[in-house]
T-cell receptor, first 115, second 115 residues
Framework: KQEVTQIPAALSVPEGENLVLNCSFTDSAIYNLQWFRQDPGKGLTSLLLIQSSQREQTSGRLNASLDKSSGRSTLYIAASQPGDSATYLCALGGAGGTSYGKLTFGQGTILTVHP | NAGVTQTPKFRVLKTGQSMTLLCAQDMNHEYMYWYRQDPGMGLRLIHYSVGEGTTAKGEVPDGYNVSRLKKQNFLLGLESAAPSQTSVYFC??????????????FGPGTRLLVL
């Protein structure tokens, strides 16, 4: 069974810092990996999706990497802003059989960026 | 373009009562999912559907039933609500895996309190 761990559970940084959120997983047989953002009381918004054959994806100030051999992904946020404050969730898409495409989520990292 | 919508936004039930949560998507997605989100447990998949007229069990299906009579709608039913079903319920939809762009799009959630 896939297990997903996100470290740290919470992070507080001053505005302007570059930061890294970590996601580790136990089963490297994945279909894809997605990073989501969740604002308090809201649904999830997809930030980046990395297919299993890819190593990284970039969108604006966000860069996500995937290393299947070590079971790790990182989300890099450059020049953080107060508007980046949210919970960030990592989710792994299963690769085979009945797991195909289904997501297993980590418990998230709560990010606070203060002015 | 509304994306994924959920009805209702909030509901209070008494133990033993029944209710149906409605999810609708306007993106012509094949796959639809129901998750629950609980503190300390993350998001867990309840049931999912790979197309109109099909449903399948996820990680935590007990106490729930689902139906997908129309491609755009996915219903989640609680036949006899229990306090353990107090949670935030999220619906999501995506293209069929393998078609590219398998990002899951989430609705805003339904908060359910069972007394």
């Amino acid at each position: 069974k896939q297990e997903v761990t996100q470290i740290p559970a919470a992070l507080s940084v001053p505005e302007g810092e570059n930061l890294v959120l970590n996601c580790s997983f136990t089963d490297s047989a994945i279909y894809n990996l997605q990073w989501f953002r969740q604002d308090p009381g809201k649904g999830l918004t997809s930030l980046l999706l990395i297919q299993s054959s890819q190593r990284e994806q970039t969108s604006g100030r966000l860069n996500a990497s995937l290393d299947k051999s070590s079971g790790r992904s990182t989300l890099y946020i450059a020049a953080s802003q107060p508007g980046d404050s949210a919970t960030y969730l990592c989710a792994l898409g299963g690769a085979g059989g009945t797991s195909y495409g289904k997501l297993t989520f980590g418990q998230g990292t709560i990010l606070t960026v203060h002015p | 373009n509304a994306g994924v919508t959920q009805t209702p936004k909030f509901r209070v039930l008494k133990t033993g009562q029944s209710m149906t949560l409605l999810c609708a998507q306007d993106m012509n997605h094949e796959y639809m999912y129901w998750y629950r989100q609980d503190p300390g447990m993350g998001l867990r998949l309840i049931h999912y559907s790979v197309g109109e007229g099909t449903t399948a069990k996820g990680e935590v299906p007990d106490g729930y039933n689902v139906s997908r009579l129309k491609k755009q709608n996915f219903l989640l039913g609680l036949e006899s609500a229990a306090p353990s079903q107090t949670s935030v319920y999220f619906c999501a939809s995506s293209r069929r895996p393998g078609q590219g762009g398998e990002t899951q799009y989430f609705g805003p959630g339904t908060r359910l309190l069972v007394l």
